[in-house]
Structure formats: structure tokens, C-alpha cells
């Protein structure tokens, strides 16, 4: 056993030898042909000594053998990520940005499944049950559901739900009865927040994570976006270790402090994950909320918010459903603007463009306009203060306006000009101090691939769902009864 080889030492000099390979590489091109390189590559790969020190980042936890040996074979994995988007029945944009279905991809992940499913969920609704609706656009989450019920009895199939409030059973006993472990956490005690966490988990090996609910209308009625990483066991054993957090505090109801070292990680804001992502050398982490449920070298979501912030130079892009520098559900009231603040000192001391589009939908909150009016009022063109916030409203017919809590765009990622973000959280405070959620946060500033970035994939849906007909400017004369 080689216990004394620190394990950052371990990931650093893999890491450096496949940067200092890949620099020779791309070198070489200019001198060989394309049909040498890959023989040239090869010897040098060979030939290469790895330079070995390093130094442990101070935050980063205490390694444990056995992670160090899992993560040094894993690592070597060739990672494919699809962005995935469900766009509500009707909505139609004049532009060529277009994704596979969150549904598909989900079904997809099941036919993958050879040995286990996990998943992290808010609340299950994927039959309209719940709406007394006769909704043919729930087809899609009732196949979801009888096929992971179908699994349920030939796989570990776990599910980890917030502790239920009212919301329904059905789909929670049908999987139950056929052979699914369920653990509630019960946020609410534990707290005052709500798990409201969306990721999978298959086979310790893909994962999925995003904005869509274990709901019928995440898939057909609601505008959803996330991302599914195939063949990639790195991030999946970290994506685990959020998930064996809520399935332990499901068991126990109570939070660790500190947490065992079992859920500690190494990847985090400082000392990400490399790998390879659709061919292209990539910086991974896993951030997640509230702080008390972040293990050592856990980043805590708000943390990983500000950092990518910090670090955007040209522009700021945020897509999310509800914005409000408040805590929204504290009594009494509480100002929260850890956010807010950021996206102004940006604005102003590195003239960082920023962009917020906001859901307008029947169920927001009024008192986030005026906050979001104020924020659109650094605007400036003669101070380059250049902040402008849109509301995206998804129309609906007759019949679609029946259905609860559906035709909103549910969105919850940022992009910047360097960095992705997507995530499961609202965006206010309350959503990083007390409620469960977790973001995937992707950096591939180094890529000279051909194949999009997830930043530029990013970035073309937000372009996208900015300029059309569904986004309309937030002006400080805005009627919002004309709005939504
Ligand atoms: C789509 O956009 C193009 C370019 O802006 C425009 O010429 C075309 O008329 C648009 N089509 C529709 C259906 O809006
Ligand atoms: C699952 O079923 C078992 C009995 O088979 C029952 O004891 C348990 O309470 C059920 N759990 C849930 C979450 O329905
Ligand atoms: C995952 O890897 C397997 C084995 O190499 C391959 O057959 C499969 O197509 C890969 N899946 C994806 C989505 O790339
Ligand atoms: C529950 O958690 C407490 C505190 O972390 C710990 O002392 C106890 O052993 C745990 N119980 C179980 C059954 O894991
Ligand atoms: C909004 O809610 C009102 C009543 O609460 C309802 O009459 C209306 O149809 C809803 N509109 C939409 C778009 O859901
Ligand atoms: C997120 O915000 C929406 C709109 O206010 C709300 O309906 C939903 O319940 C929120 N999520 C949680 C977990 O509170
Ligand atoms: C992204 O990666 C580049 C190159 O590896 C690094 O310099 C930069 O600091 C990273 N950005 C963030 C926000 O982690």
C-alpha cells in the first residue's frame, strides 16, 4: 500500500502530464502530419518524466487511501456531456439552438441502468393525478415513472425525497411496492429549508442534474434546462457522495458535524476535477447547499455563485425562475444581497455585462420587481454601467392555463465568458442557507476543440431565449399586469 503519496500529488502530476502532453501535441502539429502525431504522441507520452511536487491547498481535506486509489483509476475516463432542455408544448423559437429533450435523456439514463439508480428529488408528480386534468402531455412522465418502476425490481433503485407536505404518494408508493428504498429527508426539522435537489445518479457512472422536477409538466409544460454526463464514474462518485449525504440524514434525521470522511471530497472551487469532456480538457466541480451539508472540500453553492462571478471578465448571463436579494420565507423579513452585490460591484468595477432573465408567471412574487427594476437601473451606456434584466413569460391557451404551476420558465444556470453553471436552485437567500441543492459548474477556458464548449452551448440558449419573442425588456415604468 502506498499510503504515503498525498493524494492532490497524485491527481496534480497526472494532471500536469496530460497538460504538458497536450502542449507538446499541439506544438507538433505544426511540424508533423496529422497521420505522425498520433505515434509522436505515444513516444512522448513514454518519454515524459512527470514533475512531481506539488503542494496540498490548504482547504483541500485529508486524503483517505481508498478514494485516492478509485480516483486515480477513474479519472482517466472519456466524459461525454449533452445539454438537455425541455421546451413547453407550443413554444416555438426562430432559431437553429436546439437540445436533446430532458425526457429522452432520462429515459436514456434507464436504458443504460445495469446496476443502480439513485435520485435526488423535491416532490413526485409524474402522473397529472395532481391536477385533475385529463392531460395527454403527461405521457411522457408516465413512461418515465412505469419504467423506473420496472427497474425498481430489478435494480437498487434508491430515491432520497424531500420529507412530503401535501404533496401526493401515488408515484412514491408505486415505486415502494416495487422494489425502490425510499428515504425522506425532513428538511423542514432539520433546517427550515426543503430538499430541493434534482440529480440522478446510474450505475455509479452517469449522471444527470438540473432544474427539472420529478414532475410530468418538467418534461412537456415547464421550460427546463440540465445536463447528462455518460461514462464518467469521477463525477459520478462525487455526485454519490451529495446523495449518500441526504440518504444518511434521511436514515439518522440529524446533520453530522463535521461530517466522516467518507464524504469529504478533493474537487471543489480550488482544486477542481480534470478530465475530459467531449474530447476537451476540463475543470469539474460539484458544488451544494446548505453549508451545514457540505462535507470537508465541499464548495457551498452561494461560494460557487460569487466565484464565477468573480471571475467573468466580458459578461455575466443569468437565467433563473426567481430572483430576490431577501430571504424569502424568514420571519421576520430578512435583506439577503450576497448576490445582488456581487452583480453590481462587477458592473461597476470591471464593466462586466450582465444579463438577468426572469420567469413572470403567475405564481411569482410581486415584491421581486421593484429589486429587479433597481438592479436594471445600473444601466448607464456614459459610466459603462451595463446591467439589463428581461422577464420571459411562456405563453399558454385555454387549456394550458388550467394545469397548476406549469407554462414558466424554470431555468436555473449562469454563464460567463468563461465558466458554465447549472444548477437547482431558486435564487434567493434562502436557497443557500437552509434548502438542499447542488450545482455542476464546468470550466473548459482551455479548449481548442471544434466541439462546443458547455459555455458556448450555454450561451447560445440564453442568446437565444433572450432575443425572442417571449423576453421583453424590464423597464422602471414595466405594468407587470400587462407582463405575465
Ligand atoms: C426568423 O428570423 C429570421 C432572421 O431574423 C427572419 O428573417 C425570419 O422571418 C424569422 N422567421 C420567423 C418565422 O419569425
Ligand atoms: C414502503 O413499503 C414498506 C412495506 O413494504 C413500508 O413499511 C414503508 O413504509 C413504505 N415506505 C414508503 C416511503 O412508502
Ligand atoms: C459509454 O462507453 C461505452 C463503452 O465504451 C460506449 O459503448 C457508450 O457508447 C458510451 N456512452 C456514451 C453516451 O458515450
Ligand atoms: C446519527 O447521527 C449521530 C450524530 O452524527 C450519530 O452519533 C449516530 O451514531 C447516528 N446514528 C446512526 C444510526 O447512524
Ligand atoms: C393564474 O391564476 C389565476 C387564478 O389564480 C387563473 O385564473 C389564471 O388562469 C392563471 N393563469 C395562468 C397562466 O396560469
Ligand atoms: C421556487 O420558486 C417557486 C416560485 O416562487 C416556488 O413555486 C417553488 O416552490 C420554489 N421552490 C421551493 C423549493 O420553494
Ligand atoms: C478555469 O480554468 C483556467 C485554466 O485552467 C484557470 O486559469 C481559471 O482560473 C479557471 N476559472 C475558474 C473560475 O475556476
Keep these: 500500500m502506498r499510503t504515503d503519496i498525498p493524494y492532490n500529488q497524485l491527481v496534480d502530476t497526472e494532471w500536469r502530464r496530460k497538460e504538458s502532453n497536450r502542449r507538446q501535441r499541439t506544438a507538433l502539429m505544426v511540424l508533423a502530419s496529422v497521420g505522425c502525431l498520433l505515434l509522436v504522441a505515444v513516444a512522448l507520452y513514454s518519454l515524459l518524466t512527470p514533475a512531481a511536487s506539488s503542494h496540498r491547498h490548504p482547504d483541500s481535506p485529508r486524503p483517505d487511501v481508498s478514494v485516492v ?11 461525454k456531456i449533452v445539454v438537455a432542455e425541455s421546451i413547453p408544448e407550443g413554444v416555438e423559437f426562430n432559431s437553429s439552438v436546439s437540445h436533446p429533450s430532458i425526457f429522452q435523456q432520462w429515459m436514456n439514463l434507464m436504458s443504460e441502468a445495469r446496476s443502480s439508480i439513485d435520485i435526488a428529488s423535491f416532490y413526485w408528480t409524474l402522473t397529472n393525478t395532481d391536477t385533475g386534468t385529463q392531460e395527454p402531455s403527461a405521457n411522457q412522465g408516465e413512461q418515465v415513472l412505469n ?4 427497474l425498481s425490481g430489478k435494480l437498487n433503485v434508491r430515491i ?9 404518494l401515488g408515484d412514491l408508493r408505486l415505486l415502494n411496492d416495487s422494489g425502490a428504498d425510499i428515504r425522506t429527508v425532513n428538511m423542514r426539522e432539520l433546517t427550515t429549508g426543503v430538499l430541493h435537489t434534482k440529480f440522478w445518479v446510474v450505475d455509479k457512472k452517469h449522471v444527470y442534474i438540473g432544474s427539472a422536477n420529478m414532475d410530468w409538466r418538467s418534461l412537456t409544460q415547464v421550460k427546463e434546462l440540465g445536463a447528462v454526463v455518460y461514462n464518467c464514474s469521477c463525477l459520478a462518485a462525487d455526485l454519490e457522495k451529495i446523495f449518500e449525504a441526504y440518504w444518511f440524514v434521511g436514515a439518522n434525521q440529524s446533520i453530522p458535524s463535521p461530517w466522516p470522511a467518507s464524504f469529504s471530497t478533493p474537487y471543489n472551487k480550488d482544486t477542481p476535477l480534470q478530465l475530459s469532456l467531449n474530447h476537451t480538457p476540463s475543470s469539474v466541480y460539484l458544488s451544494s447547499s446548505p453549508p451545514s451539508f457540505c462535507a470537508a472540500g465541499r464548495t457551498p453553492d452561494l461560494q460557487s455563485i460569487l466565484s464565477v462571478m468573480d471571475d467573468a471578465e466580458r459578461f455575466i448571463y443569468i437565467a433563473v425562475m426567481n430572483y430576490l436579494p431577501t ?9 439577503w444581497a450576497e ?12 464593466r462586466v455585462k450582465v444579463r438577468l432573465l426572469i420567469s413572470c408567471w403567475n405564481n411569482s412574487q410581486p415584491v421581486m420587481f421593484p429589486f429587479l427594476k433597481s438592479l436594471a437601473s445600473v444601466h448607464d451606456p456614459k459610466h459603462k454601467l451595463d446591467i439589463q434584466v428581461r422577464l420571459f413569460v411562456v405563453p399558454a391557451d385555454p387549456r394550458q392555463r388550467k394545469i397548476p404551476f406549469a407554462r414558466v420558465n424554470h431555468n436555473k444556470y449562469m454563464v460567463t465568458d468563461k465558466i458554465a ?52 425588456p424590464l423597464a422602471q415604468d414595466s405594468d407587470l399586469k400587462t407582463f405575465c
Design 69 to 79: 486509489r478509485e480516483k486515480a483509476q477513474s479519472c482517466s475516463d472519456t466524459c
Design 147 to 150: 419504467r423506473l418502476a420496472e
Design 160 to 168: 432520497a425525497v424531500n420529507a412530503p407536505q401535501g404533496q401526493p
Design 327 to 335: 430571504m424569502e420565507f424568514s420571519h421576520p423579513k430578512r435583506y
Design 339 to 350: 448576490i445582488d452585490t456581487q452583480l453590481r460591484r462587477k458592473a461597476y468595477e470591471r
Design 421 to 472: 453553471y447549472i444548477g437547482t436552485s431558486n435564487w434567493s437567500g434562502d436557497y443557500f442557507v437552509n434548502t438542499a441543492g447542488s450545482a455542476l459548474v464546468v470550466n473548459q477556458t482551455e479548449s481548442q476543440s471544434l466541439e462546443p464548449t458547455v459555455q458556448s452551448q450555454l450561451k447560445a440558449v440564453f442568446e437565444r431565449d433572450w432575443d425572442s419573442d417571449y423576453s421583453r
